[in-house]
T-cell receptor, first 121, second 115 residues
Framework: NAGVMQNPRHLVRRRGQEARLRCSPM?????VYWYRQLPEEGLKFMVY????????ESGMPKERFSAEFPKEGPSILRIQQVVRGDSAAYFC???????????????????FGDGTRLSIL | SQQGEEDPQALSIQEGENATMNCSYK?????LQWYRQNSGRGLVHLIL?????REKHSGRLRVTLDTSKKSSSLLITASRAADTASYFC???????????????FGQGTILTVHP
């Protein structure tokens, strides 16, 4: 059973270009989270998605950043008009549906991909 | 604000010794989780402890949770060189919020185990 797959592993962009990061969750997982890790820091939550729905985007900058998780295909994190400050490692995690009550995966561990290291020139 | 604060920031020990890392948090939680990250890799889930649990074991790992002090500790016994990594605690907000399971991470502890 393949783990969470992220690609590309490394991405280099010039200021003003677009960056597109992809994440395929583990088989059977319907919850996807994106986190950003700046150098020497812990991870910061960006957005939580289920298939075709953005559930919580409270950690995502209002401008230039967007995320989707279509019915078919991987989840995409898109950063438009990148700036130097966007340089970071971006991690995707997935989890199965939780048990009991509404579809909340609170009590489920998250499975992380190896991340995409984004460098802005 | 940062939910989890970890202590120490870095820990260096010899193989065979025990390693203890601490984590404090600020708000009520549903559960607390510990993850390990090797350099250049993603995070690996180690253990999850729920707010109504006080202690949990998994192999050489022992986690405690004190909700009255809003703190947790991770103990790795009989450490090995392969345990060298960064260790993060992460909390999931308590019931009634809209956390949906999103993790709030601490800054992490860098553990180095010397052979």
């Amino acid at each position: 059973n393949a783990g969470v797959m992220q690609n590309p592993r490394h991405l280099v962009r010039r200021r003003g270009q677009e960056a597109r990061l992809r994440c395929s969750p583990m088989k059977g997982h319907s919850h996807v989270y994106w986190y950003r890790q700046l150098p020497e820091e812990g991870l910061k939550f960006m957005v939580y998605l289920q298939k075709e729905n953005i559930i919580d985007e409270s950690g995502m900058p209002k401008e230039r950043f967007s995320a989707e998780f279509p019915k078919e295909g991987p989840s995409i994190l898109r950063i438009q008009q990148v700036v130097r400050g966007d340089s970071a490692a971006y991690f995707c995690a997935s989890s199965p549906r939780g048990t009991g009550g509404p579809p909340s995966p609170r009590n489920q561990p998250q499975h992380f991909g190896d991340g995409t290291r984004l460098s802005i020139l | 604000s940062q939910q989890g604060e970890e202590d120490p920031q870095a820990l260096s020990i010899q193989e065979g010794e025990n390693a203890t890392m601490n984590c404090s948090y600020k708000t009520s939680i549903n559960n607390l989780q510990w993850y390990r990250q090797n350099s250049g890799r993603g995070l690996v889930h180690l253990i999850l402890i729920r707010s109504n649990e006080r202690e949990k074991h998994s192999g050489r790992l022992r986690v405690t949770l004190d909700t009255s002090k809003k703190s947790s500790s991770l103990l790795i016994t009989a450490s090995r060189a392969a345990d060298t990594a960064s260790y993060f605690c992460a909390t999931v907000a308590g019931a009634g919020g809209t956390s949906y399971g999103k993790l709030t991470f601490g800054q992490g502890t860098i553990l180095t185990v010397h052979p």
